[in-house]
C-alpha cells in the first residue's frame, strides 16, 4: 500500500511566521502535489511537481512556495503565514502517466492554524 | 484548466435508499475522471476511475459511474446506501498528457440508520 505522510496531524502559528508542511511517500512516485480543503470549496490545488527539482503552480499558488529536493519528499512553504491560510492542507502522489490516468493517493492532511 | 462542478452540497438518505449524486466537468477534450470518498478522519480514497472503454465503471463498495460524454457528466451511484457509506465524496478530473487534478467542491452524504 502506497504511505503519504504528513509530518503533522495539526499545527498552530502566528500571523507573519515562515510555516513549512513536510509531506514523504514511500512509493518511488514521480509526482506530488499540495492541495488546500476548504468547506464548501473542495481540493484546491496550489503546487506539483513532476520531478525532482521541478515544480509548477496550481489554481492558488500566491503566499505559497515549494521545495522538491528529494524525490520523495515534497515540502509546502507558507513565506508569512496569514490568516487566510488557515486550512486543512493535503498532500498527495501519484506515478507518472502519459494518459494523465493514475489515481492520486493522500496523505491524512494537516490542519494549519494562523492566529 | 480543466473544472469539475458538484450539484449537491449535502445529501441525506436513508438506509437502503438510492444514491446519485451528480457531476459535471467542463473540458473539451479527451479527460480522465474519479470519484474519491473521505470518511471522517480519514484521508481521500479512491471509489473509481473511468479513463476509456466501458463507460459505466464499477468501483469499490457496490459505487458504479456512468461516463456521459454528450452531457460531461460522471454520476455516481450506488443502489441501495448504508450507515457506513456517510462520507464526503469529490469528483475529479485530469485531461489526457496531464497529471494535475481538479476536484469538485464535494457531496456531503449522510446516511441515516
Redesign the interface.
Known amino acids: 500500500d502506497v504511505k503519504v505522510t504528513q509530518s503533522s496531524r495539526y499545527l498552530v502559528k502566528r500571523t507573519g511566521e515562515k510555516v513549512f508542511l513536510e509531506c514523504v511517500q514511500d512509493m518511488d512516485h514521480e509526482n506530488m502535489f499540495w492541495y488546500r480543503q476548504d468547506p464548501g470549496l473542495g481540493l484546491r490545488l496550489i503546487y506539483f511537481s513532476y520531478d525532482v527539482k521541478m515544480k509548477e503552480k496550481g489554481d492558488i499558488p500566491e503566499g505559497y512556495s515549494v521545495s522538491r529536493e528529494k524525490k520523495e519528499r515534497f515540502s509546502l512553504i507558507l513565506e508569512s503565514a496569514s490568516t487566510n491560510q488557515t486550512s486543512m492542507y493535503l498532500c498527495a502522489s501519484s506515478l507518472a502517466g502519459l494518459r494523465g490516468d493514475r489515481p492520486q493517493h493522500f496523505g491524512d492532511g494537516t490542519r494549519l492554524s494562523i492566529l | ?1 480543466q473544472s ?1 462542478s ?1 450539484h449537491n ?1 449535502h445529501v441525506i438518505l436513508s438506509e437502503a435508499a438510492s444514491l446519485e449524486l451528480g457531476c459535471n466537468y467542463s473540458y473539451g477534450g479527451t479527460v ?1 475522471l ?1 470519484w ?1 470518498v473521505q470518511y471522517p478522519g ?5 471509489l473509481l ?1 473511468y ?1 476509456s472503454g466501458d463507460p459505466l465503471v464499477k468501483g469499490i463498495k457496490g459505487f458504479e459511474a456512468e461516463f456521459i460524454k454528450s452531457k460531461f457528466s460522471f454520476n455516481l451511484r450506488k443502489p441501495s446506501v448504508q450507515w457506513s457509506d456517510t462520507a464526503e465524496y ?1 469528483c ?1 478530473v ?13 457531496t456531503r452524504l449522510t446516511v441515516k440508520p
Open positions: 484548466a469539475v458538484q452540497h480522465n474519479f474519491y480519514q484521508h481521500l480514497q479512491l476511475k479513463f469529490f475529479a485530469t485531461s489526457y498528457n496531464n497529471n494535475d487534478m481538479r476536484f469538485g467542491a464535494g
